[in-house]
């Protein structure tokens, strides 16, 4: 067995949902706006270097909180399960992940790589499109927001699926042969502030803005040579 393991973010990693989160907070503020204070549009940009890493709840409350808008708790939760509805009313848009993912997939398993997802998104988003995909087979643990107290850019999730891993495999994996697959900024840093080495695939940013904060760098899974897949994980072919 590999003496690592490989953690996938999920939203922009297996999935393509991120603009979809995007448009799910716009839609949500816009039939909002009463409540928040007038009218407030995220632009891509900003979504994308700033608030791509964040569950809802942070999300919305970093939003509002950067545009002088009330942050109360109530509120918060409102606009929450708002956004979630307005999300999860297209998952069924979804057919494929992302290129290179089922590959990716069917090679660690080949290998016996112990695989687990770490993401800022909700249990139930991430379950309902890996059945979709027909890919939750391949995942041993899902640490979701749900799970940890801190999201991402803390590394509480990264460090609590590499533990979930080693349960269940009941195995010695070691940090310096896993990996993590991530998309932004600050996935980037929560894993490797857990000293965990990251792949990051440029669905979100710009390859060469992705280069400065992943340790590899690619545009998508399906650029990923194996052999090399292989070198960082330990596994002697």
């Known amino acids: 067995m590999s003496r690592g393991c490989v953690i996938f973010d999920f939203d922009g990693v297996i999935a393509d949902t991120e603009r979809l989160h995007l448009a799910a907070y716009n839609h949500t503020l ?3 706006e009463s409540d928040i204070g007038g009218p407030l549009e995220i632009q891509p940009s900003l979504y994308f270097t700033r608030y791509i890493v964040y569950g809802d709840h942070e ?3 970093h939003m509002l909180r950067d545009h002088g808008r009330s942050t109360e708790a109530a509120l918060i939760n409102k606009l929450a399960d708002a956004k979630h509805h307005s999300f999860e009313q297209k998952l069924g848009d979804f057919a494929e992940p992302l290129p290179g993912v089922r590959e990716t997939l069917a090679w660690l398993e080949q290998h016996n790589v112990p695989r687990a997802i770490c993401s800022g998104a909700r249990r139930e988003e991430i379950v309902t499109l890996l059945d979709a995909f027909k890919l939750r087979h391949h ?6 927001i749900e799970d940890v107290r801190m999201g991402k850019p803390d590394p509480e999730g990264y460090n609590l699926a590499f533990d979930k891993l080693n349960l269940e495999y009941d195995a010695e994996l070691e940090k310096a042969f896993s990996l993590v697959i991530e998309d932004s900024a600050g996935g980037c840093s929560a894993a490797r502030s857990a000293g965990i080495r990251v792949l990051g695939v440029a669905t979100s940013l710009p390859l060469e803005q992705l280069q400065r904060c992943a340790t590899f760098a690619l545009e998508n899974l399906s650029h990923l040579d194996h052999p090399q897949l292989a070198h960082w994980l330990g596994i002697h072919q």
């Open 59 to 61: 999300g919305l409350f």
């Open 30 to 32: 816009a039939q909002h």
């Open 139 to 144: 995942f041993d643990v899902l640490v979701t």
